[in-house]
């Protein structure tokens, strides 16, 4: 008797986690004829996370739950949706997908859910469909995505230029612990740099990566002080029109001694470094009690990109 192999059941559920991400620097240049920004940023990827369930089903369904999970879109323009979408025209799959999306990471807090979401929709729908792609083919979908995308299915620590989506990995030693301050009405990112545009007009801007040497050189050496006093956001002074109540989220860190606080990406959380895991959760309970955040979170940095945590 002979034994015909069978192939393996495809998967009836993947399940992937995707981090978020603080940008420790953030230089902008002018906008150029695409209307896009050049920048050099520093990325670290923390653990705040959103967990994408895809499971088939005829057509695409969005469905959500979790932190604001009520302000995020279901229908097509959910960036998950997108890049679902994007990967099945890449590799001529004609099957439906439901993703669910467990939120963990703050809609519109600059922090990178929404491309979170994206990142992880592409890792799980690959494993779903088993599309073989190898992961610089993932990553271009990713930048075609958004800018921040390619980083989250990268994670731990990178250099991003041009939009943000030219990775470059960079060397980090050790843990960095943080107190987030969130706010539930979010920002729009081409509302800040719009902000942005205004506050530079006719100011000579170029984003400069040898500004970040001593930044570069703290997370080498794992060194939370020096990181704390190298955080750099270009876009804070923009988030700062756009919401001037988020002066106070970062004063009231400073008090609480944080080692340096900044707005993460284009606003409106404010991300506060900590000299250790407790310490994050004494400035956590500081802007609690002065009632200037939504919500709080802590987390630590950095952590791995987007990863199947489960598949059945
Ligand atoms: O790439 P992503 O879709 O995340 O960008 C959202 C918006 O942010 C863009 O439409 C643009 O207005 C602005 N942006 C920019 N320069 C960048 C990245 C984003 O002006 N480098």
Not at 11 to 33: F, Q, T
Not at 139 to 168: E, I, K, N
Request: charged share 15%; glycine share 10%; with cysteine.
């Amino acid at each position: 008797m002979t034994l015909t192999p069978v192939d393996p059941l495809p998967s009836r559920e993947v399940r992937v986690r995707a981090p978020g991400k603080v940008n420790l620097s953030l230089r902008v240049g002018p906008r150029d004829h695409t209307g896009y920004h050049p920048l050099v940023t520093v990325f670290q990827a923390v653990s705040v996370y959103e967990e994408v369930v895809a499971v088939p089903a005829d057509g695409m369904v969005i469905t959500a739950s979790g932190l604001q999970a009520e302000a995020v879109p279901t229908d097509g323009s959910n960036l998950a949706a997108k890049a679902a979408r994007l990967l099945a025209e890449r590799v001529g799959v004609t099957d439906g997908v439901h993703l669910h999306l467990v939120k963990g990471v703050p809609v519109a807090g600059g922090m990178a859910g929404g491309s979170a979401d994206a990142a992880a929709a592409l890792v799980a729908c690959d494993a779903l469909w088993g599309t073989g792609l190898s992961r610089d083919e993932l990553l271009d979908l990713a930048a075609q995505l958004g800018s921040d995308v390619p980083f989250v299915l990268t994670g731990h620590t990178a250099v991003g230029s041009g939009r943000g989506h030219l990775l470059t990995p960079a060397m980090s030693r050790g843990e960095f612990h943080w107190a987030f301050a969130v706010r539930d009405r979010g920002l729009s990112t081409p509302e800040v740099f719009a902000a942005f545009d205004e506050l530079n007009r006719g100011v000579p801007h170029a984003a400069d990566a040898a500004a970040d040497v001593p930044l570069m050189q703290a997370l080498r050496a794992g060194d939370p002080s020096a990181l704390g006093a190298a955080l750099h956001n270009d876009l804070e002074p923009a988030a700062l029109e756009l919401a001037p109540d988020l002066a106070e989220p970062l004063a009231v860190a400073q008090d609480a001694g944080a080692l340096g606080v900044v707005v993460s990406g284009s606003g409106p959380t404010v991300a506060a470094l900590a000299r250790s895991r407790q310490h994050a959760l004494v400035i956590a309970a500081a802007f609690t009690a002065a009632g200037v955040a939504d919500r709080v979170l802590t987390a630590m940095g950095p952590v791995p990109g987007a990863r199947v945590v489960g598949s059945e």
